[in-house]
């Protein structure tokens, strides 16, 4: 049995969310300075899907199905999509997007200026905030317990490290749309077509690049993500913050350990194992 679970991650306002194949485990501090952790076993798990073509939605779809089940677990999570800051500018970007569409840009301008507007604003808000913070938190804990040793704030499969190929699926999707349907490819179907197939595609050029790390190709697709990361999206947290995220991390390792080995007959080998942080 191999004791390194894979895990990702989501950083809340007062807290961090971790999960690996088959379970969540979540920790806040509350307002009042308490330390509140709940776990449940997930519902989807994009572990299960086979396609090529359904990876990426279906891990996109694994971690909105385990939001509301945060919630009512743990009613004083503060959910980074429900941050006031946040969802105004989230608000403003949707008009902008809107006016975008409208606009008689090609295709491809509309929809590479769309992507980068869906980023940059909130990455502007966002920056030194609690939720940066805890970021930084989450990718410290994360990248300490899978190197077994300390790391830095920065991970490299950050989901914004997507941004890269997210762009260059993008555009190549609209490149297509735009040469077999003409004006037909600026069309909602069209759109709609364009933005889940270049998800799917950027979801499996993200796979390539974290088993190819350091392969040219990988590493310019990697880089806007990687400055978006480091420059916005994470920031240095404090030791009360690392506490949360390791506290997370733990129980989900636990939790992992445990139903791993219950469907080895392990018989408890290594269920109750924690790692050394």
Not at 53 to 71: F, G, H, N, S, T
Not at 175 to 184: C, H, K, P
């Amino acid at each position: 049995m191999n004791d390194t679970v894979r895990l990702g991650g989501m950083a809340l306002a007062n807290g961090v969310l971790v999960h690996g194949a088959r379970h969540w485990a979540c920790a806040i501090r509350t307002d009042e300075g308490r330390l509140r952790l709940a776990s449940e076993r997930k519902r989807i798990r994009s572990s299960d899907v086979a396609s090529p073509l359904l990876r990426a939605p279906a891990r996109l779809a694994e971690v909105i199905a385990v939001l509301p089940a945060v919630r009512r677990a743990l009613p004083e999570a503060r959910l980074p999509f429900f941050e006031g800051r946040v969802l105004g500018v989230m608000a403003g970007t949707a008009l902008a997007v809107r006016a975008l569409r409208s606009s008689r840009l090609s295709l491809g301008a509309q929809e590479g200026l769309a992507a980068l507007l869906a980023v940059v604003p909130v990455a502007l808000v966002l920056r030194g905030s609690s939720l940066a913070e805890y970021h930084g938190a989450e990718h410290i804990a994360i990248g300490s317990y899978e190197h077994g040793e300390p790391r830095p704030r920065e991970h490299e499969r950050c989901g914004s490290h997507m941004l890269g190929p997210l762009l260059v699926s993008s555009a190549a999707g609209n490149a297509l749309v735009s040469t077999v349907a003409g004006s037909a490819g600026r069309g909602t179907i069209a759109r709609s077509a364009v933005a889940v197939g270049s998800v799917a595609v950027a979801g499996e050029i993200f796979a390539w690049m974290n088993h190819h790390p350091a392969n040219p190709v990988s590493r310019l697709l990697a880089w806007p993500g990687r400055e978006l990361q480091s420059r916005f999206l994470t920031a240095e947290p404090t030791a009360e913050q690392l506490e949360v995220a390791r506290l997370a991390l733990v129980e989900c390792v636990r939790l992992e350990l445990a139903d791993e080995a219950g469907a080895n007959g392990a018989g408890g080998n290594g269920a109750n194992s924690t790692p050394a942080l």
